[in-house]
Structure formats: structure tokens, C-alpha cells
Nanobody, 115 residues
Framework: QVQLVESGGGLVQPGGSLRLSCAAS????????MAWYRQAPGKQRELVAS???????NYEDSVKGRFTISRDNPRITMYLEMNNLKPGDTAVYYC?????????WGQGTLVTVSS
């Protein structure tokens, strides 16, 4: 049974940093391109960043230069380093496979950027 567990969210001031983690189980993690998504209040879920099985990365325009996605296949974990956070980054963040997410969604982790 696939399980994706996100953690690391919290309340941070504008300009601050957070590191999100995604722990996966029940799947051949290293075989899948993975991604981080987010859903802000009243908005649809959107792709934030993706990482291929080989480590190539892509980012949504608004987070380029501020966010860094990475993966540790032996630890079956994916990360999202977020710097210079802005109020517009406030959302619940989810991890899943790339291209829309083919696994059961986890509960997400809430990131709130506010002074």
C-alpha cells in the first residue's frame, strides 16, 4: 500500500525558509519522477517543482531561484528547500508522482507565510 507523508511545514515570516520532506513507502520510489504540488485556499492544486528519476529538475516560474527540489532514493525521501518565502507561497504542500500524481494523496503539510 502506497503511503506518502509530508512534513516540515509551519508558520514563517516573509523572507524566511522552510524545508519540506516527503517520506514514501509501498512504491518503487526510485523508478518514479516525483513532484511537489500546492493548494492555496480557494484555488486548485498546482505543480510547484518536479524531479526526474535521474535528478533533472523543473520549477514553476514563481518559485524559480527560491525553491530547490531534491530526492534521496536510498532513504525513499524527497525534499523541497524553500527560501525567501512570500505570502503567496501560503498553501498546503503535497508530494506525489509527476504529471498530476498517480498515487494516493497524503494529508499534505501546511505552509503559512505571514508577518
Amino acid at each position: 500500500q502506497v503511503q506518502l507523508v509530508e512534513s516540515g511545514g509551519g508558520l514563517v515570516q516573509p523572507g524566511g525558509s522552510l524545508r519540506l520532506s516527503c517520506a514514501a513507502s509501498g512504491m518503487w520510489f526510485s523508478f518514479y519522477p516525483m513532484a511537489w504540488y500546492r493548494q492555496a485556499p480557494g484555488k486548485q492544486r498546482e505543480l510547484v517543482a518536479s524531479i526526474s528519476t535521474g535528478g533533472s529538475t523543473n520549477y514553476e516560474d514563481s518559485v524559480k531561484g527560491r525553491f530547490t527540489i531534491s530526492r534521496d532514493n536510498p532513504r525513499i525521501t524527497m525534499y523541497l528547500e524553500m527560501n525567501n518565502l512570500k505570502p503567496g507561497d501560503t498553501a498546503v504542500y503535497y508530494c506525489n508522482t509527476d504529471r498530476g500524481g498517480s498515487m494516493k494523496w497524503g494529508q499534505g503539510t501546511l505552509v503559512t507565510v505571514s508577518s
